[in-house]
Every structure is written in C-alpha cells, then in structure tokens.
C-alpha cells in the first residue's frame, strides 16, 4: 500500500478498506480469535456504506491541526529571498543580465529552498495566488499577503528587520563582514545561549558538518490578518533545512504532529535546531528529537 494512504489510517484522518484493515491486523500480530471482532467494529464504522466508500478521506481535521503550509481560502502567499550582490556574483555569463542566456534565479539566495517552497506551497494551497520575488523587487501590496521569509540576515534584509520589529528572542550573527563568532544567539531572560555551526577542515577543504536553523510562524506586522514565516540558517544547506523540516514526507508529519502538541492554535511560535549534513545532503532534523531541539518558545498573540 502506498506509505501515504498507511499513514493516513493510522492516524486517523483515513477509514481503511476492510481488505487493509485485515492486512494491517496481520501485520500487527492480532490473534485471528480477534480479529472477528475488530471486522464487526469496521462494519459498525462503515454504518452500512458501500464498500467502495469506505475508504474515503474523513471530514478534515479542525483548522487548528492542519498543515503549518496550508494558508485560508483566497488569501496571497509571497515568498521572499535576498539578492546575492554584484561583486559577489562570479563572471558565469548566464548571471550578467547583458547576456542573451542571462537567468535570474542565478542572482537569487537560497535557490534550492525558493524551488521546494514554491512548490510544496502551491501543491498545497492550488487556488491561492502564490507569487515569489527578491526583497529588493517587493511592491508595497506584497508586504500585505502571507510572507514567508527564506535565508539569513546577510543577503535578507527582511529578515534582519523583522529581528527586532517582531521582537525575537533570537539574534543571527552576520557572516560578512567576518566577525569572532558565527552562529545563533538566544536571550531567554538574564541567560544568553550561544548556538554554532560545526564545520571541519577535511583534505584542505572546509566542510559543513552541521548547521544551526530556526523557524518562525508568527501574525504578519503590516497586515495582522496575514503570517510571516521565517526559515533561515547560517548556511544555504541550513535554510533548507528549515524548510524541509516541516515538508519532508518521513519526518515532517511527525514534526508537525510535535508542533501542534507544543504550540496548538497559538499564533507566535519558533524553534532553534540542529541539521545534520551527511555526504554534502542536508538532513531536517526531527524535533522529536530533544538532541536535535536547541530551543523553543512562543507566545500568545
């Protein structure tokens, strides 16, 4: 069976077919003494439907408990990325806006992430306008729909200015210019923690080995009515980590189901954590996980 439609029935938000409802007490060790009785309450669910509508989706769950990248009916989704500047965009012909083959994404940050995201939002949301754009290209209605953020203070000024207005417990060191310390630093009271990146010199090359990410959801400053959304990392392979968090189709069900335990309807959360990268392959980490979650809050709104 496709590992969607099991998970769905274990879950909760699928009636399976009496064919995999049998299936699965097999795979479960039920006694068959047993399973004459889980048949009945399969029968009694059903209320005396077809058997080819019994496995059709249950009602949807309430708004409260649905996907983090499902926005309301009719509202606009803008996701936003830096610009990586003019002296730092090599002399690859197809980023010179002169040249006949020249391509624009080339000159966004964050890439991969911009890709996964339009995506897996779209996917999600078929009948919303979902537009992306640069910081630098936003218009002033843009600053009004559901904002999702994406990369660092460097090259996002967004997300540096919503550091302060929205009043974060989180601070992003830059990474240009250098400074003495790179990562993530987190003021919870009169505690300050301080959160790295690990990265190794193998065979005279620096490797990133792990990355610190954090994600944001909270009400949109310009339009309350709307979100803003932040996932960032010190590192491009983090930002997508901090998107694919909550996206990956293992882990992200199982950290959406820890969010909406820890966070439920409140509207002003975020979390700090920790990515691993194997064989240069970003890996999210899994919040339930308390080795991977470096810190959490959230507040009422």
């Not at 083959?101 to 999600?124: Q, W």
Request: proline share 9%; aromatic share 8%.
């Amino acid at each position: 069976m496709p590992r969607s439609t099991v998970a769905g029935v274990l879950a909760g938000r699928r009636r399976p077919r009496r064919e995999l409802l049998l299936a699965l007490l097999d795979a479960l060790g039920v006694p068959k003494e047993d399973r004459a009785a889980w048949a009945g309450a399969w029968e009694r669910a059903v209320g005396g439907r077809p058997a080819e509508t019994a496995d059709v989706v249950a009602d949807p769950p309430p708004a409260e408990v649905r996907d983090i990248w499902r926005f309301p009916p009719g509202e606009p989704v803008m996701i936003t990325c830096g610009r990586i500047p003019e002296s730092m965009v090599n002399n690859f012909s197809a980023s010179d806006p002169r040249d006949p083959d020249y391509v624009d994404l080339l000159t966004y940050t964050d890439p991969d992430t911009l890709v996964h995201l339009f995506g897996h939002i779209r996917a999600l949301n078929p009948e919303h306008e979902v537009k992306f754009a640069t910081t630098s290209d936003l218009q002033p209605t843009d600053y009004s729909s559901h904002l999702v953020v994406i990369g660092g203070s460097d090259f996002n000024m967004l997300t540096r200015d919503m550091f302060s207005t929205l009043r974060l417990p989180v601070k992003m060191s830059p990474r240009i210019p250098e400074t003495d310390w790179l990562g993530l630093e987190v003021a919870d009271g009169e505690r300050t923690q301080r959160f790295s990146p690990v990265l190794g010199d193998d065979y005279g090359s620096r490797i990133l080995h792990e990355d610190v990410i954090l994600f944001f959801r909270g009400l949109n400053p310009v339009d309350p009515r709307r979100t803003i959304t932040i996932c960032a990392g010190m590192y491009a392979r983090g930002t997508l980590a901090a998107a694919q968090c909550l996206t990956d189709p293992v882990l992200g069900p199982a950290n959406q189901a820890y969010l909406h335990r820890t966070v439920g309807a409140n509207l002003h959360f975020g979390f700090v954590a920790r990515a691993l990268v194997l064989n240069g392959m970003v890996a999210p980490p899994n919040l339930t996980n308390p080795g991977r979650r470096l810190y959490e809050w959230m507040r009422p709104e």
